[in-house]
């Protein structure tokens, strides 16, 4: 297996301009994260959806952002219009929904897109 | 204010060194979880503790999760350059969703050869 799949794997940008990241989960996972990392934040969970329907956003910081998951295979993550504080690297990562009878789950982080806004 | 508070935030030591990394909150959790995240790559799980008081072990890492569930800790034992990265502490509420993680502020460590 590939792995979690991220593209671009750095994206440079003007303020102002839309922004769209895009990940691949790993087959057969049904659950899919959407993180920002800084060195101010840390590790931040923007939104997360289970069997392609968004179940929790209220990490994403403002309505200039997005998400979007069309099906089981693809989801992005669009920022419009960026902003220089929209600078970091995100994140996405996958999971299974765990063993039977366990509540906890192992998330695979893809390798990250370092966005910069000029 | 971080849910998951990691110290140190920064700890340097020479290889064959002992080093404990703390991941601390007054949140209770029904599950932790230890990443480590290398430059340029997302974070990689080393282990994940489910019962208060749990001790598991990995190699030279050992990692126990406290009585209460509310803290945890990770210690490395003969440390080794190949241990340089930085480690992530994630937690699942006991109040909330068990998918959602929240992370903590991360621990940078450097092992010099």
């Known amino acids: 297996d590939a792995g979690v799949i991220q593209s671009p794997r750095h994206e440079v940008t003007e303020m102002g301009q839309e922004v769209t990241l895009r990940c691949k989960p790993i087959?057969?996972?049904?659950?899919l994260f959407w993180y920002r990392q800084t060195m101010m934040r840390g590790l931040e969970l923007l939104i997360y959806?289970?069997?392609?329907?968004?179940?929790?956003d209220s990490g994403m910081p403002e309505d200039r952002f997005s998400a979007k998951m069309p099906n089981a295979s693809f989801s992005t993550l669009k920022i419009q219009p960026s902003e220089p504080r929209d600078s970091a690297v995100y994140f996405c990562?996958?999971?299974?929904?765990?063993?039977?009878?366990?509540?906890?789950?192992?998330?695979?982080f893809g390798p990250g897109t370092r966005l910069t806004v000029l | 204010t971080q849910l998951l508070e990691q110290s140190p935030q920064f700890l340097s030591i020479q290889e064959g060194e002992n080093l404990t990394v703390y991941c601390n909150s007054s949140?209770?959790?029904?599950?932790l979880q230890w990443y480590r995240q290398e430059p340029g790559e997302g974070p990689v799980l080393l282990v994940t503790?489910?019962?208060?008081?749990e001790v598991k072990k990995l190699k030279r890492l050992t990692f126990q999760f406290g009585d209460a569930r509310k803290d945890s800790s990770l210690h490395i034992t003969a440390a080794q350059p190949g241990d340089t990265g930085l480690y992530l502490c994630?937690?699942?509420?006991?109040?909330?969703?068990?998918?959602?993680?929240?992370f903590g502020s991360g621990t940078q460590l450097t092992v010099l050869p």
């Open positions: 503790v489910v019962t208060g008081g």
């Open positions: 990562a996958s999971s299974t929904p765990g063993t039977s009878g366990s509540s906890y789950n192992e998330q695979f």
């Open positions: 087959s057969g996972h049904d659950y």
């Open positions: 994630a937690g699942a509420l006991a109040r909330g969703s068990a998918r959602q993680l929240t």
């Open positions: 949140s209770v959790f029904s599950s």
């Open positions: 959806f289970n069997n392609n329907v968004p179940i929790d």
